[in-house]
């Protein structure tokens, strides 16, 4: 999702949304909320096999496609759209930023199985905040025979779908990071119930839990601020694409929906509506644009541009998603109509990595305001 894309990555969004089309139709995903499993295991594995969406950010001697950041954010607007009920944000994001970053045997061996398609991985940080904090990491880590965790980690993205988590946890040396096997002794895995049923979470415990260090000890937090930024502007990304999805089905409706003899999308007042709507998503995929333009490159300002973009389409996905149930009336209402699952999707995304308003900080710290 480059300000300005290639010929190549339309390309990719088109395949991506051809795939979404079979895959990740609103039966689609009510099949997944209500089956239990958080995901469809065949379309996971056609998405691997077909296009390759697991490792597109992975290296091609790990048997990934060897792309950058900017494709994979074009796949996470699309799979915004959709609502794409997979852990796909955990698993291609979050484990695959992560294991690049560290580097190493174990981690090239995890990616080349993500890559496959074969593994589901997953990320857990955060303890009592929602973003992500060195100082409210008190998960440790000891060293004897081998490394073994202890702690809790009670919202973990995809917890219960992961053969892999890797777990951020203190150490004599600092936050370091270790990656748990989900048959490991001493690990308890709780599937919560939240709001936004296409999107699983799960509360992770570890008791003296085995685990194999990544990277270096005391090193973890370095990694993890640049882990972040990715997971802020995929999320963007996300929810610019959700938002540009709910505002095109509003639309649809009301050139339909009669009143008066007439549409009621052809009314003045409705129409200004749509117009403040139309410039809020347009604005959100600027924002998530340039955000992703910057982390692919690494630019000195990535970390305040994530922000603001995680800031900015939280709040537009949100204000979006609710005035549709309010211009699609009576039928908007009900909770069979796809206007909530979006709804559910925006505001359970508003908390993810960070509250807006906890970014709004993170924004003045870093620019020198505080």
């Keep these: 999702m480059a300000l300005i894309t290639t010929d190549e990555q339309e390309a990719l969004r088109d395949v991506m949304r051809g795939f979404l089309r079979k895959y990740s139709k609103e039966s689609d995903v009510r099949t997944v909320m209500d089956g239990g499993s958080g995901y469809d295991a065949e379309a996971w594995r056609t998405a691997a096999e077909q296009i390759g969406v697991q490792g597109l950010a992975i290296p091609e001697e790990m048997g990934g496609g060897g792309y950058g950041f900017d494709e994979l954010a074009i796949v996470m607007e699309e799979a915004g759209r959709t609502l794409y009920p997979a852990p796909l944000l955990s698993t291609a994001v979050l484990a695959t930023s992560t294991l690049l970053a ?41 060293k004897s025979d081998g490394w073994a965790v202890s702690g809790t980690k009670p919202y973990v993205l995809d917890g219960a779908q992961a053969g892999v988590i890797l777990v951020a946890a203190r150490t004599a040396a600092g936050v370091s990071l270790f990656a748990v096997e989900s048959h490991a002794d001493g690990l308890t895995i709780k599937s919560l119930e939240s709001m936004d049923r296409t999107r699983c979470m799960a509360a992770v415990s570890f008791d003296g839990t085995p685990a194999v260090l990544l990277g270096d000890d005391g090193s973890g937090w370095q990694t993890l601020r640049e882990v972040y930024d990715r997971a802020l502007v995929a999320l963007a990304c996300e929810q610019a694409g959700g938002a540009q999805a709910v505002l095109e089905m509003t639309v649809e409706y009301l050139n339909v929906r009669q009143q008066f003899g007439r549409p009621i999308g052809s009314f003045q007042a409705i129409k200004h509506r749509c117009a403040d709507l139309l410039v809020e998503v347009e604005s959100a995929r600027s924002a998530a644009a340039y955000a992703s333009t910057a982390v692919a490159a690494g630019s000195d300002d990535a970390s305040v541009a994530a922000s603001i973009a995680k800031v900015y389409c939280s709040q537009a996905f949100y204000h979006v998603a609710a005035e549709s149930i309010q211009m699609h009336g009576g039928i908007g209402f009900t909770w069979e109509h796809p206007a909530h699952l979006y709804f559910k999707r925006a505001k359970s995304s508003e908390a993810l990595f960070g509250w807006p308003a906890e970014h709004r900080d993170r924004i003045a710290k870093l620019i020198g305001l505080v």
């Design 102 to 142: 560290v580097g190493g045997p174990h981690a090239a061996d995890l990616l080349a199985r993500i890559a496959a398609g074969e593994l589901i991985a997953t990320l857990a940080v955060a303890e009592a905040k929602l973003h992500w904090d060195p100082d409210d990491i008190t998960t440790a880590a000891e």
